[in-house]
């Protein structure tokens, strides 16, 4: 896994995920949305635009630390993402990760673990505070690229986070327990 992460700009922090970082995001309330874009694979640029067009994103909304740490979700073991999504198999896990200066999230990161291929990603991402999360995915004509603050704080995501540890939906017992630890640290504060 390392080694397709660093040629796409990212050094993998190992065991350094915080204890609070939220273990998924779904149905937040649409007024959270607080940015995003689109770019058609029509674009001949489309790459570069994605690549300009994250960056700018995650800076503006506060994705990056000062260290410009943050989280990204990838497959539980050595699964690109790719294979992730045609085994569909258990959740994803976040991993604490630095951008290097020389970075190709949409490209040679979209090609092995942060997607399908080149110009297709599939991956979230996750402020170490919780502050804000990312998603970075493909569409039927394009790809889109969208922030959503304080998904910790969403009724909609704690809702949708009871859920899961009440289902056992992705069949992953492991993720499962994540969760229902997650939110019983949460109500403990």
Known sequence: ??????????????????????PHVLG???????GGFFVEYEDPRLVQRLNDG?????????????????????????RTAAEDRRLRHGMRVWHRVRLLERWDL??????????????????????????????????????GVYAVRDPAGSPGVLRGLEWLAGEDVYRDRAFRREVTAWLEQRRQR
């Open 106 to 143: 949409m490209g040679a990161g979209a090609a092995s673990f942060l997607g399908m291929r080149a110009g297709h990603p599939g991956f979230a991402m996750l402020a170490l505070d919780n502050g804000v999360w990312l998603l970075a995915d493909t569409y039927e004509s394009g790809v």
């Open 28 to 34: 937040y309330e649409r007024e959270r949305h607080v």
């Open 54 to 78: 994250w960056y700018d994103l995650a800076v503006s909304v506060g994705l990056l630390d000062e260290n410009r740490e943050f989280l990204v979700m990838l497959p539980r073991g050595t």
């Open 1 to 22: 896994m390392l080694g397709p992460l660093l040629r796409a700009g990212l050094e993998v922090i190992p065991d350094a995920v915080p204890a609070s970082a939220i």
